[in-house]
């Protein structure tokens, strides 16, 4: 006789990736077509935006209702689905693992990105907080290169955000829209969305090319002196662009162009985890690592690690740049005050949860600690106790984060099990 | 033709003079022994060779290339294996990452490649693990290939070291005191895999060594170095004999 633990645990070991993702699409169509009716036969106002996290702190009244919610259109769609198409799933799998990886992870995401649009569709709240999200994961990961593999303690990234932001912002005011900062556009609007992608890789050239300039000064000797010149930076490109009255000054920019839907944000997230996850995990990704344990070993063992430092760095401050340029489409508005040192606690405190030197932990990291600070928002003062208390924890407990020092393999995420 | 030539290498640290007026020829295939007491300057004279430090005057040589100047990653690439006296391992990597890292000046792959992952990449990534694989069997630690080498007995961590410079395609192999800290289980074992990569591989080899009876046993000929400068070089037996290197290392008998 099987104890219910084990049960669910032989469950998760016999269930692939792809039955967990057609049981979350279960999940969030279930709520596309009966969330309405059954939040109001549950007695809540509207569909719980937050799994019901929002409702049940703002009205402890409803937290009946909001459970009862939970179970019924997220759990139990999830469960059965996952669990009803675990033999054909399993057998997709195996026929997927056949063929190249690409295939497999194309098909993976697109049923991914799916039930994300599903389930983002209900409310502009959600849609907002995904794409976020996916801001978020973009920035933790591109630190992650930096302060993780590379082991330097990099305090810029809100700088090179902010560069990435500013032109990418620039490019697309001054091409495709109408604005009061820069006149007529010189380009037909409707080229825009396509050339979106071409003014986010502006901004991340001008962070990398930013990154250049902290680069070349501080890595001639290791330890605290990077982190002393990048925090200055950081100062630097926030007083800069205050006193730009060619962007805005203080007052910022606005109304950019909405180019900045899921899919794009989606596609960003997507090729950033790519590329990265593809660097760390070759032999130079690994030759970042010998220079971050032993820089002396590593030149012993023909690692050029001046060339191999700063190229990682401008790789980092890139990334960090097209994230800032998503973020300016997606907010529509940016000013100088919103790449300051609380962007960067934020940012530090995702990787550091998440866990360094790893792709997984930055995910998790930028992920949880984005839904927590959403889901608690209803206890306004309390959440900045309880977040900064669950970091002191996980310092504690797991002094890198919690996923760390793994590499990330999607044929072993997406294989068969069973 | 020498392999590796030194003239006149002085240098100085400061107002110290840490080497003075060393010279070394290295033909192919030879075993060389560098001794001398503790802060002779054995260490500094395998720093200026690979490039960590720059002489101040005298000239470097490998089989016609100039390494004055050079950084130590070059000299690497150009032939200079070396291992560590206090074992430079890299903590959070595992065995097989150590070596394939070594490999580094021979892929043949850019950062594209490493970006994009292209096929090319795919290849080179192959041909390296087979190579580190091999070399993990000459040194007889395949089996632990995927464990981080801060959890490994000190004397797998030297072989492993000693995998990782032969990864670099040494002509040269600088060895600083491969035996320390080594029971003599392991130090015998030592001898057999020294000599067994001076036979497979033709590497030439320099070694500084404390344990005479390791060293009178491997090398060809053998250099004195104190206080910077050579006393005494020759074949095992004459620095067995030689005055001058007993005084260094044991004090003058004064009989009065």
């Known amino acids: ?418 | 033709m020498a392999l590796l030539r030194v003239d006149n290498m002085t240098h100085f640290f400061g107002g110290l003079r840490a080497v003075h007026n060393y010279n070394l020829v290295l033909e192919p295939g030879h075993i060389v022994g560098l001794i001398g007491p503790n802060g002779a300057g054995k260490t500094t004279v395998f720093n200026l060779i690979t490039g960590i430090h720059t002489p101040t005057s005298g000239n470097i040589e490998l089989s016609g290339h100039n390494l004055i100047g050079r950084r130590p990653h070059e000299t690497a690439a150009l032939g200079l294996g070396r291992t560590f006296q206090n074992l430079l391992l890299w903590r959070h990597m595992n065995v097989l990452e150590h070596v394939k890292t070594a490999c580094y000046s021979q892929l043949e792959y850019g950062l594209f490649g490493a970006f994009f992952g292209t096929p090319k990449r795919h290849r080179e990534e192959k041909r390296i693990t087979a190579k580190a694989l091999h070399l993990l069997e000459t040194f007889e630690v395949s089996e632990f290939r995927d464990r981080l080498v801060t959890n490994l007995p000190y004397g797998v961590q030297r072989r492993v070291e000693m995998a990782r410079a032969m990864a670099t395609n040494p002509k040269v192999l600088f060895l600083d005191e491969p035996t320390a800290g080594m029971t003599p289980d392991e130090l015998n074992r030592m001898i057999a895999i020294i000599r067994d990569i001076h036979k497979q591989f033709e590497v030439a080899i320099l070694l500084i060594e404390h344990r005479l009876k390791f060293v009178m046993e491997l090398c060809e000929r053998i250099q004195t170095l104190v206080f910077g400068e050579i006393i005494a070089e020759g074949a095992p037996e004459e620095i067995r004999n030689n005055p001058q290197v007993i005084e260094a290392y044991l004090g003058r008998e004064d009989v009065t």
């Open chain 1, 1 to 418: 006789m099987k104890s219910p633990i084990d049960k669910i645990k032989q469950l998760f070991n016999t269930t692939p990736l792809l039955a967990w993702l057609l049981g979350w699409l279960a999940a969030a169509l279930t709520e596309y077509f009966i969330g309405d009716a059954v939040s109001y036969y549950l007695g809540l106002p509207r569909i719980p935006v937050l799994f019901g996290c929002l409702l049940a702190l703002k009205k402890p009244l409803l937290i009946p209702g909001a459970t009862g919610y939970f179970l019924l259109i997220y759990l139990l769609p999830f469960f059965l689905v996952a669990r009803l198409c675990r033999r054909p799933a399993n057998y997709l799998a195996s026929l997927l693992a056949r063929g190249p990886v690409s295939l497999a992870a194309i098909i993976h995401l697109a049923l991914f990105y799916l039930a994300l649009h599903i389930w983002a569709d209900i409310s502009d709240y959600r849609l907002l907080l995904l794409k976020l999200t996916m801001v978020a994961v973009m920035l933790t990961l591109s630190l992650n290169v930096i302060n993780g593999y590379m082991g330097e303690f990099s305090c810029s990234h809100p700088g090179f955000m902010a560069l990435g932001a500013y032109t990418a912002s620039t490019v697309t005011l001054r091409l495709f829209a109408d604005d009061k900062l820069f006149g007529a556009p010189l380009l037909s609007p409707a080229l825009g969305p396509y050339l979106f992608p071409l003014a986010l890789i502006c901004g991340g050239i001008v962070a990398a090319l930013g990154a250049v300039v902290i680069a070349i000064p501080s890595f001639r000797t290791r330890g605290d002196y990077l982190a002393i010149i990048s925090l200055a930076f950081l100062f630097i490109v926030k007083s800069l662009i205050e006193n730009l009255e060619f962007v805005g000054g203080p007052r910022g920019m606005s109304s950019q162009p909405d180019y900045a839907g899921l899919p794009m944000v989606f596609l960003g997230m997507v090729s950033c985890v790519w590329i990265i996850n593809n660097f760390v995990c070759s032999t130079m990704g690994k030759a970042l690592c010998a220079v971050r344990d032993n820089e002396t070993a590593a030149e012993a063992m023909t690692v050029n690690t001046g060339k191999t430092k700063i190229v990682t760095f401008m790789f980092g401050a890139f990334w960090a740049g097209v994230a800032g340029g998503l973020f300016a489409h997606i907010i529509r508005y940016v000013n100088p005050g919103s790449f300051g040192i609380q962007r960067l606690a934020e940012i530090l405190a995702m990787l550091y949860f998440g866990g360094l030197n790893s792709v997984t932990g930055s995910i998790i990291g930028a992920v949880s600690i984005n839904i927590l600070s959403e889901a608690l928002r209803p206890l306004e003062l309390f959440k900045w106790i309880i977040i900064p208390l669950l970091l002191i924890m996980v310092m504690l407990f797991r002094p890198t984060g919690l996923v760390s020092f793994t590499e990330f393999k999607a044929e072993k995420l997406m294989r068969p099990r069973g």
